[in-house]
């Protein structure tokens, strides 16, 4: 009972989708689609003993025909309603299928960015994108399923009790033992599946390789392919060796079954011979309807304990997909104001004692004391993993700092409403995603831009000359994922539609992770002086690689070994023959050599 009730929990707990979006759908489903199966068994059934009792009673042709008429009828209205309120549920599975799927998008954006450092995540949300909402859709027919038999059982037992209770103890045996044998059943296909999903997701991965553009030259151009089809062979033998495992557990399983199932069949026969040898059963008519309600009885129970082992298995993965669900944030929350709101103009940026580090992992970033007044341009510099880009994700508060502070304004960070602050923060990556949308989409992503303040960030980054080259405007789809008349962009082309992101709108503050990194030297200096210049009146951090793109910035922050070594402007830093001189000297070397 217990283990009943957990399996009642977690299939309510899956199907809370249709209550939530179609209440009258889930209700509807559950009596018409029940009431259906109970008239459908019950007109089967009784039939045949009504067309022999009115035969054996000498009745006319003309009284048969009618009686045969009532009942062709009745069975022809009963299935015409059920296939008109299945075009309904039809209709309506799909809506819920893809707000359930916007559900977990919704989830996912609502988790905390360390989550998605954890191999472990990506196994709960691959699990969740591939099972929830066909899960959802199999809860539904479950509950359906169950209301049809137990209405069809509870008239076709009426229609056996009175002359076979003996076959209603025989089925309640074989669907006891059947259950038994479906929970194992179940165990082994939620072990199976634990087993293959991160092997799922490695082969996933290696899809991805052989189709998408990012490394197609890699795979054409190198030997790459060799070693992924080797790595591809050795999970591959992995999967089936896990799959074949499980599967020779789950057939004996069910071969057993099959031996209760074909045991009470012939015992139910045999008590059927018995019952007309002896004339329990005087009248052939009654012989025959229950012949029939045991054969239809069978088959029910028969679907009812696939239920049960169906219900298991939904259970088992309702409890798999909760842990996705369950999965809490101390970061990101409900999109609703439950913090301070950002004030207008430009930000000033603190750090007292900051301290932060990766879990399992010696990064660490420690005893950052910065203060960057409002308006002015700051550059982060330092080798590659001394944290540059990791600053910028504390900014953005996508983590939080373990030790001292972050300020904003004066104001703590922790203190602001997360998703209102992050409007006001700018942000372009090195590496950046363009969207399969237009150009004008692509641009104004954090919002509306009006179309004269779009144009002129565009033409400032040079994004007017893409357009020309290719004969077309703003409207222009990216990427060629959907259209093929789709603009394809460069990679320095990608970091300008980027930065006309961050130009085009009205930031606080602008988050810069080498935005210019795959532009050539005069693209790159161009870009720096528009970043740079008194037009960019916005508080800004931008991460550099190359020291010469931000020796005009107001101050130049080298980051060592997680400490803020040095801080000043180019001249004070390269008096100082420290680490900044060392590095900036090193570059201009490799440039005079070329």
């Known amino acids: 009972m217990k283990m009943f009730l957990r399996y009642v929990k977690n299939i309510a707990w899956l199907c809370r989708p249709f209550w939530q979006y179609g209440k009258i759908y889930i209700l509807l489903s559950v009596g018409v689609l029940g009431l259906y199966s109970a008239v459908d068994d019950a007109i089967y059934v009784r039939f045949p003993e009504i067309m022999i009792d009115l035969l054996s009673a000498g009745e006319s042709f003309s009284s048969i025909g009618a009686a045969a008429a009532v009942i062709c009828g009745i069975f022809l209205l009963n299935r015409i309603v059920h296939h008109i309120s299945r075009a309904y549920f039809t209709r309506k599975q799909v809506e819920i299928g893809l707000r359930v799927n916007r559900d977990i998008y919704q989830k996912a954006m609502g988790l905390d960015y360390k989550y998605i450092d954890s191999p472990r995540y990506y196994d709960n949300y691959a699990w969740a994108m591939r099972e929830y909402a066909e899960q959802v859709k199999q809860g539904r027919e ?19 009790a009175p ?141 009812l304990s696939g239920l049960m082992k169906e219900a298991g298995s939904l259970s088992m993965n309702a409890e798999k997909i909760r842990a996705f669900f369950e999965l809490q944030s101390e970061i990101e929350t409900e ?25 399992n992992s010696a990064f660490f970033l420690s005893g950052l004391n910065l203060f960057i007044h409002p308006g002015e341009k700051v550059a982060i510099v330092g080798e590659n993993g ?23 304004n004066g104001t703590p960070i922790r203190e602001y409403d997360i998703h209102a602050l992050r409007q006001r923060i700018g942000v372009a990556f090195q590496d950046t995603n363009i969207y399969a949308m237009s150009l004008e989409k692509n641009i104004s992503l954090y919002g509306e831009v009006p179309e004269a303040v779009l144009r002129r960030a565009a033409e400032a980054i040079g994004l007017d000359a893409v357009l020309e080259k290719n004969h077309t405007g703003y409207h222009a789809e990216l990427t060629r994922e959907f259209h093929e008349d789709g603009i394809i962009l460069s990679g320095g082309e990608a970091q300008k539609v980027a930065l006309a992101r961050v130009m085009a709108g009205d930031f606080g503050l602008l988050l810069l992770d080498e935005p210019s990194s795959a532009l050539d030297p005069i693209a790159e200096y161009r870009m720096t002086q528009a970043i740079l210049s008194t037009a960019n009146k ?48 090193k570059q201009a070397e490799n440039y005079v050599k070329g």
């Open 163 to 303: 002359l076979g209770p003996w076959i209603l103890l025989l089925e309640a045996v074989q669907t006891a033992l059947c259950a038994m044998i479906n929970r194992r059943v179940n165990e082994n296909g939620i072990k199976e599946k634990d087993a293959v999903v991160s092997l799922n997701r490695r082969l996933d991965y290696f899809h991805r390789l052989f189709y998408m553009k990012d490394y197609a030259a890699d795979m054409k151009s190198t030997p790459l392919s060799r070693s992924v089809f080797q790595e591809y062979s050795k999970i591959g033998k992995r999967k089936v060796s896990v799959v074949g495992f499980f599967a020779k557990k789950t057939e004996l399983l069910y071969s057993v079954q099959e031996l209760i199932g074909s045991l009470t069949e012939l015992i139910i026969i045999l008590y059927l011979v018995q019952s007309i040898v002896s004339g329990r059963i005087p009248e052939v008519g009654m012989y025959m309807t229950l012949l029939l309600a045991y054969y239809r009885l069978d088959c029910k129970i028969y679907t």
């Open 538 to 585: 916005a508080t800004t951090i931008i991460v550099a690689h190359r020291l010469s793109a931000v020796r005009d910035a107001d101050r130049i922050v080298v980051l060592d070994q997680g400490k803020i070594r040095e801080c000043g402007n180019h001249d004070e830093l390269m008096a100082l023959h420290g680490k900044y001189y060392e590095m900036f000297t």
């Open 386 to 408: 001394a944290g540059k880009s990791t600053f910028v994700k504390l900014l953005l508060r996508l983590y939080d700092v373990e030790e001292g502070e972050i300020r904003i």
């Open 142 to 160: 479950v509950i359906v399923s169950f209301s049809q038999c137990v209405l069809s059982l509870a008239a076709l037992s009426a229609i056996v």
């Open 335 to 359: 999109r609703t104001h439950v913090g301070a709101a950002p004030s207008g103009g430009n930000f000033s940026v603190g750090l007292r004692n900051a301290g932060f580090s990766y879990e």
